[in-house]
């Protein structure tokens, strides 16, 4: 069983910063595609940043300059810094893994989403 495990979050005023941290646990041999989506009441859930194998940095164009992902591929983490903080931010983000092998010739059945941490970016 693989599970991704989540941590940081929080209330944080505008303009200050957070770090979100993830984490595979389980039988993990690799994974393809580790990153952040946020969601927020009513809107769907929105690509934030990953780091694919290559490695590829993908950004969403909103968090450009102000969010930095980095991603350790021997322990299967991700974290996530957040600097710059605008109460557009404020949403539940959620960690993503994709192609996920439990060994070099098995695959985990689907992708991966951790349980969701509640950024909130308020005074």
């Known amino acids: 069983q693989v599970q991704l495990v989540e941590s940081g979050g929080g209330l944080v005023q505008p303009g200050g910063s957070l770090t979100l941290s993830c984490a595979a646990s389980?039988?993990?041999?690799?994974?393809?595609?580790m990153g952040w989506y946020r969601q927020t009441p009513g809107k769907q859930r929105e690509l934030v940043a990953r780091?694919?194998?290559?490695?590829?940095?993908d950004y969403a164009d909103s968090v450009k300059g102000r969010f930095t992902i980095s991603r350790d591929f021997t322990e299967n983490t991700a974290l996530l810094q957040m600097n710059s903080l605008k109460r557009e931010d404020t949403a539940v983000y959620y960690c993503?893994?994709?192609?996920?092998?439990?060994?070099?010739?098995?695959?985990?059945?689907?992708?991966?989403w951790g349980n969701g941490t509640l950024v909130n970016v308020s005074e």
């Open positions: 389980g039988s993990v041999y690799s994974i393809y595609s």
């Open positions: 993503n893994a994709d192609s996920v092998r439990t060994s070099r010739t098995d695959w985990y059945g689907s992708e991966l």
């Open positions: 780091v694919r194998m290559g490695p590829t940095t």
